[in-house]
């Protein structure tokens, strides 16, 4: 996501079927992925540029 340091990955992420499930195949989507040492803060972080974007 540009411009909120936030990094992702596009694409399939070797889930062709939850793909073809989703309708998904063609365009792919954009992975968030959390782990042990992610902080409430980047989370609250991530979620505020999700919702900015989905907002418009």
Known sequence: MDGWDIATRPGAHCAPLMHRALGTERQGI???????FTTGD???????????????
């Open 30 to 36: 954009v992975r968030l992925s959390t782990s042990w």
């Open 42 to 56: 980047e989370i609250d972080a991530a979620i505020g540029a999700i919702r900015e974007i989905a907002e418009g």
